[in-house]
């Protein structure tokens, strides 16, 4: 566990699109859709009920109380969070959505703002910016019309210091990722551009079987997670991160 | 006499052309093959402003990078030759390729295909081709999960048919 307190998190790139600030908003602004990655795809971490197939799942969970698997997620989530008490919170809030059974969409206004805060979305922020100036240097700096798509590259978060920073607990792999144009200026003498966008990074808080098979030996929380969703119906929901941010790129 | 010193001559002048030939198949004659990575080709609806554009991805394993400049070359070449022919049909059209390891393969990505997300695009994603609506034709290369080199590309051969 020591080798994983001086664990860093990976580099942020220089690509020559600066950051200048990043908020959490919070609702969704207007905007115009610029661009969109490619959704995953992924629909069986969002099923749930009674009749999950529990081939393969650890045999002694399967007749545990609800409090008991509650318990071991619990602890699941803490010790994945333990370097950061912050995520810890989102963690109880998130156990206690999919415990209340409510379902639907969540933003957490803390998880929003620890996501800002990474090299990862930060990273995720400038490569959308260097797509953006390519088109913009092929229009000539003219925002009008332009729509990207940004492929299969996403915001993961399944590095060794995310797994134990928390957002690997409760993001990993993202789903899928738009991003909205608020307003932009061009300066026509000095090439350069600025513009507010509005990222929306779209994840399932819920456990397919494939990853609690995989994971269930490392912790056994996933174990009574699956459980949980597919054996005593409590229901998964879809995560919602809001980023504005404002960058500048030049062209050449 | 005269035969020998011409055996002689022949024999160096073969050394020479071995040894050039050698040079410039170096490291495409050694284990380099390029192969299809089916699987994980798409083509995906982009929605952008209550319109639907559709974008292709096509993927490719390396066997065997070095990152030399001959299989760089060699990929170059392997991207112009299998660009999709209708690609300006497509708002969007990518070539992705990754170097060919024991967690990014056609098996154990189809058994584990997460971990493509969480393995392969952060380790062994080498290059992406992209050509846009708009007319970019763009060459990235990749260092973990993200593009630290763009630069234009053009397949002379292939947009010239």
Redesign the interface.
């Known amino acids: 566990m020591d080798d994983h307190v001086n664990e860093v998190e990976e580099e942020e790139i220089e690509n020559g699109i600066d950051i200048l600030s990043t908020t959490v908003p919070g609702s969704t602004p207007s905007g115009t859709d610029i661009a969109a990655n490619t959704s995953r795809g992924n629909t069986e971490d969002l099923q749930y009920g009674t009749n999950g197939n529990t081939s393969g799942i650890i045999t002694g969970y399967l007749n545990k109380s609800d409090d008991f698997l509650f318990f071991d997620m619990d602890f699941l989530f803490n010790a994945c969070a333990i370097f950061d008490g912050g995520l810890e919170t989102v963690g109880d809030a998130f156990i206690e959505r999919f415990r209340d059974r409510v379902g639907g969409d969540f933003h957490h206004s803390g998880l929003s703002a620890s996501v800002m805060e990474t090299n990862v979305m930060r990273n995720f922020i400038k490569k959308f910016g260097e797509e953006l100036n390519l088109e913009l240097e092929n229009s000539n700096g003219d925002f009008n019309g332009i729509s990207i798509a940004i492929g299969d590259t996403r915001p993961i978060f399944s590095s060794i210091y995310h797994q134990f920073h928390g957002l690997k607990i409760l993001l990993n792999d993202t789903e899928h990722t738009r991003v909205k144009l608020l307003n932009y200026t061009f300066d026509q003498s000095t090439s350069e551009w600025e513009g507010d966008f509005y990222f929306e990074v779209i994840d399932h808080f819920g456990l397919d079987k494939a990853d609690a098979l995989k994971y269930q030996w490392w912790h056994s929380g996933f174990a009574a997670w699956w459980i949980l969703q597919h054996k005593r119906g409590y229901v998964p929901f879809r995560t919602v991160i809001r980023i504005n941010a404002r960058i500048r790129g030049k062209i050449e | 006499m005269n035969n020998f010193f011409w055996l002689l001559i022949f024999f160096y002048y073969y050394l020479l052309i071995l040894s050039l030939f050698m040079l410039n198949c170096d490291d495409l004659s050694e284990g380099f093959s390029i192969e299809s990575f089916e699987i994980m080709n798409?083509i995906?609806l982009?929605?952008?402003?209550d319109t639907t554009?559709i974008?292709k991805?096509d993927y490719y394993l390396v066997i065997g990078y070095r990152g030399t400049r001959m299989q760089n070359i060699a990929i170059d070449s392997l991207v112009c030759k299998n660009k999709a022919s209708d690609a300006n049909l497509y708002?969007?059209y990518?070539i992705?390729i990754y170097r060919k390891t024991p967690k990014t393969n056609t098996e154990y990505t189809s058994e584990?295909?997460?971990d493509f997300?969480?393995?392969s695009?952060?380790n062994d994603h080498l290059f992406?081709y992209?050509w846009?609506y708009?007319?970019?034709s763009?060459k990235e290369t990749y260092k973990?999960?993200?593009?630290?080199e763009?630069e234009k590309f053009n397949c002379v051969v292939n947009e010239g048919d």
């Open positions: 798409y995906h982009l929605e952008v402003d554009e974008v991805a708002h969007t990518f992705n584990f295909p997460r997300y969480r393995y695009m952060r992406r992209k846009t708009s007319g970019l763009i973990g999960a993200f593009a630290y763009s």
